[in-house]
């Protein structure tokens, strides 16, 4: 099994969960809450 196919997926989720942080400590709730569902998105479409 090509175990390199998840390498953009696994990237693209990590940066969503990282930019959820970031509006998390800034105080935005709205855009960590859009972050975090892009990333459960990501991880359903991928999984």
């Known amino acids: 099994m090509n175990k ?3 390498i953009f ?3 693209l989720i990590g940066l969503d969960l990282c930019t959820g ?3 998390l400590a800034s105080g ?3 855009k960590f809450i859009y972050w975090i569902a892009a990333a ?3 991880i359903t479409v991928t999984f």
């Open 40 to 42: 459960v998105l990501n």
């Open 9 to 11: 997926p696994l990237v």
């Open 21 to 23: 942080v970031v509006y």
């Open 28 to 30: 935005d709730i709205k």
């Open 4 to 6: 390199y196919k998840y």
